[in-house]
């Protein structure tokens, strides 16, 4: 089995900074890409970044130049490392993984999410 858990999120006034964490667990043969999404109440879930094992990563344009993504591929672990934020960056904030394990071909895994809420 395969599993994803976020941490990080919180509770921070706006220009604040938060880092969220997402960790890979289980019978883990390779890990593609991971992402960061998010989903406000009332909103669909939408793209904040991605990151492939070689390192490229993409952003929503609302996030450039605020959040960056990086990662641990020996601990199969992602970070998503929000600067400046704003109020409209509230919203629950998911992590995904395109794994391939012991016993599937590769699929997605989604984490639980993480509540991110700031203040203005």
């Known amino acids: 089995q395969v599993q994803l858990v976020e941490s990080g999120g919180g509770l921070v006034q706006a220009g604040g900074s938060l880092r969220l964490s997402c960790a890979a667990s289980?019978?883990?043969?390779?890990?593609?890409?991971m992402g960061w999404y998010r989903q406000a109440p009332g909103s669909q879930r939408e793209l904040v970044a991605i990151i492939t094992s070689g390192g490229s990563t993409n952003y929503a344009d609302s996030v450039k130049g605020r959040f960056t993504i990086s990662r641990d591929n020996a601990k199969n672990t992602a970070f998503l490392q929000m600067n400046s934020l704003k109020p409209d960056d509230t919203a629950v904030y998911h992590c995904?993984?395109?794994?391939?394990?012991?016993?599937?071909?590769?699929?997605?895994?989604w984490g639980q999410g993480t509540q991110v809420t700031v203040c203005s």
């Open positions: 995904n993984a395109l794994i391939r394990s012991y016993y599937c071909t590769a699929r997605d895994y």
């Open positions: 289980g019978s883990i043969l390779s890990i593609n890409v």
